[in-house]
């Protein structure tokens, strides 16, 4: 299995431009979860999905970021327009929707906007 | 918030057993405990879970007081590539989010 796959792996940007990471989860799971570390913050949950509906998207920071899962295998997170403060590494993971499961990480997107 | 509380910091020698305390007095009855660990630029790792028993794997093993408030994970044999970022965290039995908090930096020191 190839795990969670998230691209790009490294995205400089400037600000105001509009930013779009990726993550493919592990076949099969049907939980996706969106989390974001810095180092002030830690890691923090922004948004997860259960079979491709949102279901809390408190974490959200703010009408900048969206988050998209068109199927099961796909999900974006997009921020439009960025800003410095938006840079951190972007975690994807996913899981299958059942008690006691475990979640799997992907590598991280490292964002930084100048 | 995290329910949790750990030590920000620990040193190991290599080959040595490494003992990760956490407090979680809080925990309820239905919630697990939970521990993944972060080694630099990479992402989180599931290491084992438990709600009452102790549990082993073949990478740690889990020690649940009797109470269940607190609890210890123990890396037999530390390696230097155990040298990570320790998070326990508590959960619901369902498939809710994982909440971080600071976690224990391990160094495992040759």
């Known amino acids: 299995d190839a795990g969670v796959i998230q691209s790009p792996r490294h995205e400089v940007t400037e600000m105001g431009q509009e930013v779009t990471l990726r993550c493919k989860p592990i076949?099969?799971?049907?939980?996706l979860f969106w989390y974001r570390q810095t180092m002030m913050r830690g890691l923090e949950l922004l948004i997860y999905f259960n079979n491709n509906v949102p279901i809390d998207d408190s974490g959200m920071p703010e009408d900048r970021f969206s988050a998209k899962m068109p199927n099961a295998s796909f999900s974006t997170l997009k921020i439009q327009p960025s800003e410095p403060r938006d840079s951190a590494v972007y975690f994807c993971?996913?899981?299958?929707?059942?008690?006691?499961?475990?979640?799997?990480f992907g590598p991280g997107t490292r964002l930084l906007v100048l | 918030d995290a329910k949790t509380t750990q030590p920000p910091s620990m040193d190991c020698a290599e080959g040595r057993a490494a003992n990760l305390p956490c407090n979680h007095s809080t925990i309820s009855g239905n919630e697990y405990v939970y521990w993944y660990r972060q080694i630099h630029s990479q992402g989180p790792q599931y290491i084992i879970h438990?709600?009452?028993n102790n549990e082993t794997n073949e990478m740690a093993s889990l020690i649940i007081t009797e109470d269940r408030k607190s609890s210890t994970l123990i890396l037999p044999h530390a390696t230097l590539r155990d040298t990570a970022v320790y998070y326990c965290i508590v959960r619901n039995s369902g498939n809710t989010p994982l909440v971080f908090g600071k976690g224990t930096r391990l160094s495992v020191i040759a």
């Open positions: 438990g709600l009452k």
């Open positions: 076949s099969g799971h049907n939980s």
């Open positions: 993971a996913s899981s299958l929707n059942r008690v006691q499961e475990t979640q799997y």
